[in-house]
């Protein structure tokens, strides 16, 4: 069932639809809608393509986090290797999760366990995202690109990982739901 279908389904009609934005990375759409009530009203959208996130697993336990500076919020976050292709379209999630990780860590996997599928703000946001755990890493060299270059990596055990979350230290909620999802699996 399209989106589109199952908007209907749910009692939505969409009356008009009208691109306020858009760049390589990110579009914003603005829906004019008539939600199950009858009610009119606005529906801002924003657009983006799948991405993946990664938690990468070294044999004695590790992990590997990456942190970055992220403009929004002014501050350089600790958070797992994730992102997305915006030159490729219907980039397989594996062949894109080995990529990014290959980029921002330099890790290469032998092993990319697909723990599931979640969106990351699904009340303003279509962008869905690919939660794998790498195993059997190698390390290489990074693959960064020019507005990647302040990443740095941190490899740390299980336990410091998870107190870094019990401290509110990682406040990346991407992170913490692909965590939580492969912890909930029992894959880790």
Excluded at 106 to 121: D, K, P
Aim: hydrophobic share 40%; net charge negative; aromatic share 6%.
């Amino acid at each position: 069932m399209s989106i589109e279908d199952a908007r209907t389904a749910a009692g939505f009609q969409t009356v008009s639809t009208r691109l306020a934005y858009s760049n390589p990375w990110t579009a914003v759409r603005e829906d004019i809608i008539i939600h199950p009530s009858g009610k009119k009203g606005l529906y801002g959208i924003v657009e983006r393509g799948e991405f993946v996130v990664i938690l990468p697993m070294h044999a004695d336990g590790r992990v590997t986090l990456i942190q970055q500076f992220r403009y929004p919020v002014g501050e350089r976050l600790l958070e797992l290797p994730m992102g997305m292709w915006e030159t490729k379209e219907n980039v397989d999630p594996v062949e894109l999760a080995l990529g990014e990780l290959r980029e921002e860590t330099g890790l290469r996997a032998g092993e990319m366990i697909h723990a599931g599928t979640m969106y990351q703000g699904a009340g303003y946001s279509n962008q869905k995202g690919h939660v794998f755990l790498a195993r059997n890493l190698t390390r290489g060299e990074t693959e960064l690109e020019e507005t990647e270059q302040d990443i740095t990596t941190q490899d740390m055990t299980l336990a410091e990982f998870e107190a870094l979350i019990a401290r509110g230290e990682l406040k990346c909620m991407v992170s913490l739901a692909a965590f939580a999802l492969i912890r909930a699996k029992g894959l880790i």
